[in-house]
Nanobody
Framework: QLQLVESGGGLVPPGGSLRLSCVISGLQLDDGNIGWFRQAPGKEREGISCITKLGGKVYETIVKGRFVASRDPDNNSVTLQMNRLTPDDTGVYYC????????????????????WGQGTQVTVSS
């Protein structure tokens, strides 16, 4: 059974950093794409980063240069290092797994992912 479990969320002041982890079971990293999404209160879930099964990465403009997605094949997990956080980064962060029809491409559309974790809360506030 495919399962994704996020961790690492919390409360951090503006300018701070957090590192999220997504441990995956039932799917190997080499078998699909992994996306990172977030949902702020009252807003739709938005894609912020994705990583292909070959290790290619895509970032949404609003996080490019601040967030770094990485693969950890030894632990079959992915991480999201988030730096220079602002209050606008507050929300529930999700990882999701989806098929990889094109090995070098991944999508930031939530409709391309069919398995989701339960989410982890990130709050950026002083």
């Amino acid at each position: 059974q495919l399962q994704l479990v996020e961790s690492g969320g919390g409360l951090v002041p503006p300018g701070g950093s957090l590192r999220l982890s997504c441990v995956i079971s039932g799917l190997q990293l080499d078998d699909g794409n992994i996306g990172w999404f977030r949902q702020a209160p009252g807003k739709e879930r938005e894609g912020i980063s994705c990583i292909t099964k070959l290790g290619g990465k895509v970032y949404e403009t609003i996080v490019k240069g601040r967030f770094v997605a990485s693969r950890d094949p030894d632990n079959n997990s992915v991480t999201l290092q988030m730096n220079r956080l602002t209050p606008d980064d507050t929300g529930v962060y999700y990882c999701a797994a989806g098929p990889s029809p094109y090995p070098s491409l991944c999508s930031l559309s939530r409709y391309e992912y069919n398995n989701w974790g339960q989410g982890t809360q990130v709050t950026v506030s002083s």
